[in-house]
């Protein structure tokens, strides 16, 4: 803001009423809806619609390179918006440049009405709220700290036992598409409630939605799940509130996130968030982009698409003898199929949803650890020690041969292909973001004149051969693992300086350390 005027590669429009140049979608002059236009991605030359450059033959584009009034657009947006209100510019956050493919930007004045509320976007333009998978198939209304008239009107009429909703106290079965969310993501979502009402009054000209006076008025409210890696999302129903920083869900819900609750975890975003503000455009053009956005939306879960894995989920209130007894004798447990009956089976018998029972009970789902350790220590080597701490105390545990595995299967492969992501990545232009594959003979970026440093720093390579490697010394595992970590080491020692010169690797991650933005490349080397 400071700056005034910015240079940006960003999508372009033109008012056909006054002829104004803006990256939005109405003119802010005559508020007509604005045209696209169309450039030469060599030359910037204007072009038609599906044009081709007549001098570097190229088809048009919609982006072209160009200074923009930063600052008049901002005191644009708050004039319009926000009218005498005062508004914290500190409060505001933007990206360094835009990753889709058309450089199309979201309207500045969602982004100014987020920082009212300090939220934070993500790549496809909605809130989320990450939490870790946890699942429930019953629970009390004392428990999720909703009042049962509520319940009432959400379907929970009876309970498992056919009786009416009377007592705070009744055990319910919860629904397929219900979840229970933590403290914490009501408050943050309720936050987004607001942004979302004053985006519909101020931005959209429409009437307030939620109007919520407090977090414990989402009961009810529809909000929609998704995982990382995947394109679907699930529709789910917010009936109650948990003191555990996790989302409580039917195994049903998350077998259809592709989840099987072991510490992952998912997002939730509110309803109206998503109809609004999501959109394909912002989505990045790179690899993976289109990943972890809701393209698709599905309200109604069928167990014929969900993950099979929770066919395998039993079914029954008790086990039998025979089960006991089979143990001792180590049998399969392909063998014991027609014993315990399990959701696959009965679904497949015709049973769209098999109930699924429980052989015991607790008087609360939160009365036990509210958060899970990983999210309270900060530093890898911690979690690692912690790991192996309680790997030492299970007696079904060969601590030797999980540390073995452990670093094997993670460390190894992230340290080896670290190493050679850093000696083949790209740089990038630290003035307009433009990358290359190859470092220009010059040393500077040939489209601005600008700095070109590294997109993958030398920290980020080597940040787990030090944990690895004191992990491995402590418990005296000398071994074909510790050889490949000292190689590996080797290895990076002639890649780097700092290390030849005897700097001991820090402990902490890449996350916690602020990478120093200006040095030289060959510093590096």
Same mark, same amino acid.
């Given at each position: 803001?400071?700056?005034?005027?910015?240079?940006?590669?960003?999508?372009?429009?033109?008012?056909p009423?006054?002829?104004r140049?803006t990256?939005?979608?109405?003119c802010?002059?005559?508020g007509?809806?604005?045209?696209?236009?169309?450039?030469?991605?060599?030359c910037? +030359?204007?072009?038609?619609?599906?044009?081709?450059?007549?001098?570097?033959?190229?088809?048009?584009?919609?982006?072209?390179q160009?200074?923009?009034?930063?600052?008049?657009?901002?005191?644009e947006?708050?004039?319009?918006?926000?009218?005498?209100?005062?508004?914290?510019?500190?409060?505001?956050?933007?990206?360094?440049?835009? &990753?889709?493919?058309?450089?199309?930007p979201?309207?500045?004045?969602?982004?100014?009405? +987020?920082?009212?509320?300090?939220?934070?976007?993500?790549?496809?333009? &909605?809130?989320?709220?990450?939490?870790?998978n946890?699942?429930?198939?019953?629970?009390?209304?004392?428990e999720?700290?909703?009042?049962?008239?509520?319940?009432?009107?959400?379907?929970? &009429?009876?309970?498992?036992?056919?009786?009416? #909703?009377?007592?705070?106290?009744?055990?319910?079965e919860?629904?397929i598409?219900?979840?229970?969310?933590?403290? *914490?993501?009501a408050?943050?979502?309720?936050?987004?409630?607001?942004?979302?009402?004053?985006?519909?009054?101020?931005?959209?000209?429409?009437?307030?939605?939620?109007?919520?006076?407090? $977090?414990?008025?989402?009961?009810?409210?529809?909000?929609?799940?998704?995982?990382?890696?995947?394109?679907?999302a699930?529709?789910?129903?917010?009936?109650?509130?948990?003191?555990?920083? !996790?989302?409580?869900?039917?195994?049903?819900?998350?077998?259809a996130?592709?989840?099987?609750?072991?510490?992952?975890?998912? %997002?939730?975003?509110?309803?109206?968030d998503?109809?609004?503000?999501f959109?394909?455009?912002?989505?990045?053009?790179?690899?993976?982009?289109?990943?972890?956005? $809701?393209? #698709?939306?599905?309200?109604?879960?069928?167990?014929?698409?969900?993950?099979?894995?929770?066919?395998?989920?039993?079914?029954?209130?008790?086990?039998?003898?025979?089960f006991?007894? %089979?143990?001792?004798?180590?049998?399969?447990? %392909?063998?014991?199929?027609?014993?315990?009956?399990?959701?696959?089976?009965?679904?497949?018998?015709?049973?769209?949803? $098999?109930?699924?029972?429980?052989?015991?009970?607790?008087?609360?789902?939160?009365?036990?650890?509210?958060?899970?350790?990983?999210?309270?220590?900060?530093?890898?080597?911690?979690?690692?020690?912690?790991?192996v701490?309680? *790997?030492?105390?299970?007696?079904?545990?060969?601590?030797?041969?999980?540390?073995?595995?452990?670093?094997?299967?993670?460390?190894?492969?992230?340290?080896?292909?670290?190493?050679?992501?850093?000696?083949?990545?790209?740089?990038?232009?630290?003035?307009?973001?433009a990358?290359?594959?190859?470092?220009?003979? %010059?040393?500077?970026?040939?489209?601005?004149?600008?700095?070109?440093?590294?997109?993958?720093?030398?920290?980020?390579?080597?940040?787990?051969?030090?944990?690895?490697?004191? &992990?491995?010394?402590?418990?005296?595992?000398?071994?074909y693992?510790?050889?490949?970590?000292?190689?590996l *080491?080797?290895?990076?020692?002639?890649?780097f300086?700092f290390?030849? *010169?005897?700097?001991?690797?820090?402990?902490?991650m890449?996350?916690?350390?602020?990478? !120093?933005?200006?040095?030289?490349?060959?510093?590096?080397?």
């Amino acid at each position: 803001y400071s700056a005034g005027i910015i240079v940006v590669d960003i999508a372009l429009r033109r008012c056909p009423e006054c002829g104004r140049e803006t990256p939005m979608y109405f003119c802010r002059t005559c508020g007509r809806r604005t045209e696209q236009l169309y450039f030469c991605p060599k030359c910037g +030359r204007e072009l038609p619609s599906g044009g081709t450059c007549p001098v570097h033959r190229l088809p048009a584009v919609k982006h072209r390179q160009g200074n923009i009034n930063f600052r008049n657009l901002i005191d644009e947006v708050i004039d319009t918006i926000f009218a005498s209100e005062l508004v914290d510019l500190g409060k505001i956050r933007c990206v360094i440049g835009l &990753t889709n493919e058309d450089k199309c930007p979201e309207p500045l004045e969602k982004g100014v009405l +987020r920082s009212k509320y300090g939220l934070y976007v993500f790549k496809d333009g &909605t809130c989320r709220f990450d939490a870790t998978n946890a699942v429930m198939t019953h629970f009390k209304p004392s428990e999720i700290g909703t009042p049962i008239e509520k319940l009432r009107e959400l379907g929970y &009429t009876h309970d498992v036992n056919g009786q009416p #909703l009377e007592r705070e106290d009744q055990l319910l079965e919860l629904k397929i598409n219900d979840i229970i969310i933590p403290e *914490e993501a009501a408050e943050y979502l309720y936050r987004v409630s607001k942004f979302v009402d004053d985006e519909l009054e101020l931005f959209y000209g429409l009437p307030r939605f939620y109007n919520l006076r407090e $977090p414990r008025d989402l009961v009810g409210h529809i909000v929609f799940t998704i995982s990382p890696h995947t394109f679907i999302a699930n529709v789910a129903r917010i009936i109650g509130f948990t003191k555990a920083s !996790v989302i409580f869900a039917h195994p049903f819900l998350h077998a259809a996130k592709r989840r099987n609750a072991d510490g992952d975890e998912d %997002s939730i975003i509110l309803g109206l968030d998503l109809l609004l503000n999501f959109s394909r455009h912002y989505l990045p053009a790179t690899p993976g982009g289109r990943e972890d956005a $809701p393209l #698709l939306i599905v309200t109604k879960i069928d167990l014929n698409y969900i993950d099979d894995e929770s066919y395998n989920m039993e079914v029954v209130e008790r086990y039998p003898l025979e089960f006991y007894e %089979s143990t001792y004798r180590y049998e399969s447990p %392909s063998n014991l199929e027609d014993l315990i009956p399990t959701v696959g089976k009965l679904f497949f018998q015709g049973i769209p949803y $098999p109930k699924i029972n429980f052989t015991n009970t607790t008087r609360r789902a939160d009365e036990g650890p509210l958060m899970t350790t990983y999210r309270k220590l900060d530093k890898m080597l911690d979690k690692l020690e912690k790991h192996v701490e309680l *790997e030492l105390k299970i007696r079904a545990v060969n601590p030797e041969d999980s540390i073995a595995r452990a670093i094997t299967s993670h460390f190894l492969r992230d340290v080896s292909g670290n190493l050679r992501k850093f000696s083949m990545q790209s740089f990038r232009c630290s003035m307009c973001n433009a990358k290359y594959r190859r470092l220009p003979l %010059s040393g500077k970026c040939e489209k601005c004149g600008g700095n070109l440093v590294l997109t993958m720093y030398p920290r980020s390579a080597v940040k787990y051969i030090e944990p690895a490697l004191k &992990t491995l010394e402590a418990h005296n595992l000398m071994g074909y693992v510790h050889q490949r970590l000292k190689l590996l *080491e080797e290895e990076a020692r002639s890649m780097f300086t700092f290390l030849r *010169e005897g700097e001991k690797l820090k402990e902490e991650m890449l996350e916690e350390v602020e990478p !120093v933005r200006r040095q030289r490349l060959v510093d590096f080397l």
